[in-house]
């Protein structure tokens, strides 16, 4: 078991005072059987009415409600969270899953949908075409499990893992044209592959607990990674930046088919004159020591 301490502040400054529109923030941790938050706090400046909701997807949001107007906006995040996914491999595979590729039965159609639509025809020959030379069908691992690990680890190996302050994500196809891009950019082209070869994916926005000499994330932001659904395994997070799968060093935030609709903060100011803003966002992770006792207390 793991315990992870975040704290997460995003402060945009403005050169003079705005108006602001309602915001969606994504930022309270996905609670599973595996990871159980332990307390977390929201706190918002200037005052704003705080709501929480579910979204379409089933993701916790928040709803904030502003009646200040205000030259700085600052949003922090803090919680701890307990993780005792030690085995991303803790699964038994439906035996028609087992080997790849495979079709997921009829019941899960209706469910799996939106997870299931492939790129646009153009996006989907590019692809294809990349997975043929950089992946040929020779050397692809006919199980599943194998399958998806070799997948993920070639674009770990293939790819230049880049930080990017520009806002919005790359198209797939400009990623491998560039040979690489930021976590965001990986998490989307792997989702965009996964379905192209006809299996349910989607994005994932998170946090991970990494040591301070790794070079595939961006110290002080969150981060972004895929999951697939597996018949008999559910839903199983890969990520293509480290080339792992998911295991306790990750935090989950919110899922969904489409990345864009996930950002963690989402909303506009308003304003009768030009304005400028310069934008800071800090995240720690901490991994915390437990007392020896502590599996004693779940």
Known sequence: MTRLRVSHLTRYQYDHEVGFSPHILYLRPRETAQLRIIRHHLSVQPDARISHVRDPHDNNFSWAHFWERSDCLNIRSEFEVENTLTNPFDFILKSYAIGFPFTYEPVFDFALGPYLAPPFDDTQARLRAWLDEAFPASRRPTETVPFLTALNSLLFQTLRYTRREE?????????????????????????????????????????????????????????AWAEVYLPGGGWRGLDPTHGIWCDENFIPVAHAAQAESVNPIQGSIFSNTPVTSKLRSDVVVERLVLPADASLSL
């Open 167 to 223: 806002r919005g994500i790359q198209p797939s196809t400009l990623t491998l044209d560039l040979g690489g891009g930021a976590c965001r950019d990986y998490a989307v082209l792997f989702v965009e592959l996964l379905r192209t070869l006809g299996l349910a994916a989607r994005f994932v926005s998170g946090y991970m607990s990494a040591p301070p000499e790794d070079d595939h994330r961006t110290v002080g932001a969150m981060h």
